[in-house]
């Protein structure tokens, strides 16, 4: 078996009492969708928090591409190549469509630090970030301020974001979440290709999307994980019917 | 043109057009007074960098007001007393010279207090831009050497090569071409890339941090930056004055520049030279009828932060636009 890109641990993180990561271990390997599926407050997001550096974890290790990466903050992270969406949209709500796309080619292109050639007449910027709109399809909404974009819109254009990082693993936490049944369709034809290109960790509650993409499924509950495997050994085990799935599957 | 260019523009020429006249009417006290609100605005301007650009509302940019004031006091005093610097080096009283010192030590003072400061965030900040900022103040307060309460006489005004700044039209075109420069300075910055993860940062930090770019390093360099802008306005007030107070370092100062920028539109290149336009006429105006002037001033804030956020430029030129 190829060697994971990601590998995570024993991970460990509690708020107060609550233990929201319970002691998890799992892995993404290479041109996988690996789904995560649990119940609300079952601590998908916190998870995903830790493994992009936005939480610090109590313990346990987080190995990516062959490197713990437990020490490095957000943006270290994000350089190696680990791209997240958030599960409530996390955006420069002033700027466009396009400027969101902008910042995250920029930052794939290196130094920030650079202080005198605007970058709204920098070619090097505006097309690969349009480029990633059009594959999202936002093209036509780039110049609208992402404050006034469509609830669906903002989750695309979190896609194109991650997109234009060019990373090495997607971490996608929800991203069905509130596009309607069109729009997760089309949304799930995307994933279906974009593995190609990365791993995607999948957090997601849409059945159809995680059935019709997951090469695995692992179920979180209470911080723990009751099991990993096939979509049909995991569609078929009594525990998770029990703990999450009930009459979905 | 765009209705903020022409409106840009027109503030640009109001406040050059103003003390040339003047000048040829024989009225040097306008040209004094249009110097004022020049390093006013190019002080504001480096705040702006700051706290229009990155959010980061520091109340303690009065240090390196204070600093770059007394960069040219002390340099000055050296200069006219014939006695060296450290290590033997003879003073000078070359502006350009003096203002690259004001330059470097505010960006030298500038990155450690940073370093520390922006660990924080909101009120934190605040309070600890503060607490350098007094802390200066005090130590400038408590050293004899330097004036002490006193501050520092500057006995006569520092020089620039081929112009004679005892003269209140050449020093003003001085402080008029700088302040021009530091506006420039800030639409780059604005429009570049840095300034691009400097708004972002502003906007949304996590986001920024989330593309791959450190929100702590972009905010370090935009605060140094700014600090430096700051104190160069502070080394051509001493000279205006011809007096570097520590007045310059105290915490009212930190404040005026923050209402500068308020009164003027927070964020918006024009926004401290309207500010400054308006303060200093108030200050003129008001302050010849009444010494309660400043709760006028109060007044028209409260009525800005209200009814127009968007300052004077907000209300000559539009809301703002990010391309
Ligand atoms: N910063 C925090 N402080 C305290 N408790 C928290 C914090 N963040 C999350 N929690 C708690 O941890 C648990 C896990 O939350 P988390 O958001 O990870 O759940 P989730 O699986 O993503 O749920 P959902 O499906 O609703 O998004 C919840 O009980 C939540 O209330
Ligand atoms: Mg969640």
Redesign the pocket.
């Known amino acids: 078996m190829a060697d994971p890109v990601l590998e995570i641990r024993d991970l460990r993180k509690s708020?107060g009492a609550?233990k929201?990561t319970d002691g998890v271990s799992l892995t993404l390997l290479p041109g996988e969708i690996h789904a995560l599926i649990?119940p609300?407050?079952?601590?998908?997001?916190?998870?995903i928090h830790q493994i992009s550096g936005a939480l610090k974890p109590d313990g346990g290790t987080i190995r990516f591409l062959g490197q713990d990466i437990g020490g490095l903050g957000m943006a270290a992270r994000a350089r190696l190549g680990l791209a997240r969406s958030f599960?409530t949209s996390s955006l420069a709500q002033e700027f466009s469509a396009l400027r969101n796309v902008m910042l995250a080619v920029q930052a794939k292109q290196g130094s920030s630090l650079r202080f005198f050639r605007p970058v709204m007449r920098d070619k090097s910027l505006t097309e690969p970030a349009m480029a990633m709109l059009e594959r999202v399809g936002l093209a036509a909404r780039a110049q609208v301020p992402a404050a006034e974009l469509s609830h669906g819109e903002r989750r695309q254009l979190e896609i194109a974001i991650a997109l234009a990082l060019g990373p090495k693993a997607f971490l996608l936490d929800?991203p069905m979440a509130g596009m309607g049944p069109e729009g997760s369709k089309s949304l799930t034809r995307f994933l279906d290709d974009l593995r190609r290109e990365a791993p995607i960790l999948l957090?997601e509650?849409d059945m159809d999307a995680v059935f019709a993409l997951a090469d695995r499924i692992s179920v979180?509950v209470y911080g723990r994980i009751i099991a990993t495997g096939k979509v049909d050994e995991i569609r078929n085990d009594p525990e998770v019917r029990r703990a999450y799935l009930g009459d979905a599957a | 043109m765009t209705r903020e260019t022409f409106a840009n523009a027109l503030l640009a020429l109001l406040l050059l057009a103003v003390p040339i006249a003047a000048s040829y009417m024989g009225e040097p006290f306008y040209v004094t007074l249009a110097t004022r609100i020049a390093v006013l605005a190019l002080a504001a301007v480096g705040l702006n960098i700051a706290l229009g650009l990155g959010g980061l509302v520091s109340f303690g940019h009065a240090a390196f007001f204070g600093l770059g004031g007394y960069a040219a006091g002390v340099l000055a005093t050296h200069a006219f007393n014939a006695e060296p610097l450290l290590f033997g080096i003879a003073s000078t009283t070359s502006m350009p010279v003096i203002w690259l010192v004001a330059i470097v030590v505010c960006g030298l003072v500038a990155l450690p207090i940073g370093a520390v400061s922006l660990r924080t965030a909101g009120v934190y900040f605040i309070m600890i831009t503060l607490a350098f900022a007094q802390m200066i103040y005090y130590f400038a307060v408590s050293w004899p050497a330097y004036g002490g309460e006193d501050g520092l006489s500057i006995y006569v005004r520092n020089t620039f090569p081929g112009l004679n700044t005892a003269q209140p039209l050449p020093f003003f075109l001085i402080c008029y071409v700088l302040l021009l420069l530091g506006l420039l300075l800030f639409r780059f910055l604005r429009d570049s890339r840095f300034g691009a993860a400097l708004q972002a940062a502003r906007q949304n930090a996590t986001r920024l941090a989330a593309v791959g770019i450190p929100p702590f390093k972009i905010r370090l360099v935009a605060f140094a930056i700014s600090a430096m802008v700051t104190g160069l306005a502070g080394a051509l007030f001493a000279d205006l004055n011809r007096f570097a107070s520590p007045s310059m370092l105290s915490w009212h100062m930190s404040g005026e520049l923050i209402v500068l920028i308020v009164l003027g539109g927070i964020g918006r290149q024009f926004g401290p030279v309207a500010g400054a336009m308006l303060f200093v006429l108030l200050e003129y105006v008001l302050g010849g009828i009444t010494e309660r002037w400043q709760f006028f001033l109060g007044l028209i804030l409260l009525g800005v932060v209200l009814f127009a956020r968007g300052g004077l430029i907000g209300l000559l030129a539009g809301r703002a636009r990010h391309g």
């Open positions: 708020f609550l929201a649990g609300n407050g079952a601590g998908k997001s916190t998870l599960q929800e957090v509650h979180l």
